[in-house]
């Protein structure tokens, strides 16, 4: 759960970060920011998986492709340790002997 509260509290700076740097480029005005403010106010307290994480910041980005670049960053993230938890599940497998059930495993997963 620590590695959700990082990630959640790193979202958070680069939000702030996006808004800043987006305010000062002219990409974002300030009567977006009460909106904005309210959106992930709403919806960050209630985040308790990375699932929901990477969901929160798909539907912000969708709203303000301001924020592209670090949903697209959290869905990178999510999708690595979704490998790496099947890379996990296969050597697990093959230290048990069950070498036909680690293959498709692995072969489901590249598809």
């Not at 301001?66 to 869905?75: R, T, V």
């Not at 599940?89 to 048990?96: D, G, I, K, P, T």
């Amino acid at each position: 759960m620590d590695d959700l509260k990082n990630q959640i509290k790193q979202a958070e700076k680069d939000i702030v970060e996006s808004v800043v740097i987006s305010l000062e480029n002219g990409n974002l005005k300030e009567d977006d920011l009460p909106e904005i403010g309210k959106f992930v106010l709403d919806r960050v307290d209630l985040l308790k998986s990375h699932q929901d994480l990477a969901d929160f910041l798909a539907e912000l980005s969708s709203k303000w492709p301001i924020f592209l670049n670090i949903a697209k960053i959290e869905k990178g993230e999510l999708k690595e340790k979704a490998e790496e938890k099947t890379a996990n599940e296969v050597l697990n497998l093959l230290q048990h002997g069950k070498i036909d059930d680690a293959l498709s495993l692995a072969k489901s997963e590249t598809k």
